[in-house]
């Protein structure tokens, strides 16, 4: 019977909420290898290597993982090392706490994958920010007038599309790679919506 009683206490703690704020899901995943995902990115650069004018630096998201945890790095394509890592969000359309569905429709408020091309940097509503340009048609080619970009992450969790990061983080990753670095956004289930559907 304690034990019992022991278990309904916990199993309340975990769920209870105050209003304002809730208990994160621990979400476990898999022994995970970050440069699996990175070579595919590496092969995707090659195929859209006319765009790319920074060939040293490549962006790698990986939305198989939570926003929980670091699925955000930047590889030096020279070394293929890491040379920065950290979390980013994903659209809360999207999933949670795992993006699950994708879309190219203007005013969807759900992310996009695939591969994409760095642009200017600018300032913004969000402090610093880094415009970017979807390059496969139908999946993320709309990026650019869906106003997709890198910026700062505020106190919320999730953007309307946007790839939120930590100031320091955002700071350094827009330094390093804005104005042509090549960016794969993964994404292994299908989910992505046709611009031409509805969201």
């Known amino acids: 019977m304690k034990k019992i009683i022991i278990g309904i206490i916990l199993l309340?703690?975990?769920?209870?909420?105050?209003?304002?704020?809730?208990?994160?899901?621990?979400?476990?995943?898999?022994?995970?290898?970050?440069?699996?995902?990175?070579?595919?990115a590496k092969q995707n650069q090659k195929k859209y290597k006319?765009?790319?004018?920074?060939?040293?630096?490549?962006?790698v998201i990986d939305y198989d993982l939570p926003y929980t945890e670091e699925r955000l790095w930047v590889y030096n394509t020279k070394t293929?090392?890491?040379?920065?890592?950290?979390?980013?969000?994903?659209?809360?359309r999207s999933g949670d706490p795992i993006a699950e569905k994708f879309s190219n429709k203007a005013g969807s408020n759900i992310s996009s994958k695939g591969s994409f091309v760095t642009l200017?940097?600018?300032?913004?509503?969000?402090?610093?920010?880094?415009?970017?340009?979807?390059?496969?048609?139908?999946?993320?080619?709309?990026?650019?007038k869906r106003n997709i970009v890198f910026h700062d992450k505020k106190d919320y969790t999730w953007s309307l599309g946007c790839f939120m990061t930590e100031k320091k983080?955002?700071?350094?990753?827009?330094?390093?790679?804005?104005?042509?670095?090549?960016?794969?956004?993964?994404?292994?289930?299908?989910?992505?919506?046709?611009?031409?559907?509805?969201s």
Do not use: W
């Open 12 to 40: 309340t703690t975990l769920f209870s909420c105050d209003g304002n704020s809730f208990v994160k899901p621990e979400v476990k995943t898999k022994i995970y290898d970050s440069k699996v995902v990175y070579l595919i």
């Open 50 to 59: 006319k765009y790319i004018k920074k060939s040293k630096y490549i962006i």
């Open 169 to 198: 983080t955002n700071k350094k990753l827009i330094s390093l790679t804005k104005k042509g670095t090549f960016i794969y956004v993964h994404k292994t289930q299908l989910g992505h919506l046709p611009s031409g559907k509805s």
């Open 120 to 144: 200017n940097s600018y300032k913004g509503k969000y402090g610093t920010a880094m415009r970017i340009r979807g390059l496969e048609k139908s999946v993320n080619n709309n990026a650019f």
């Open 80 to 92: 293929d090392e890491i040379i920065m890592k950290g979390e980013v969000s994903h659209a809360r």
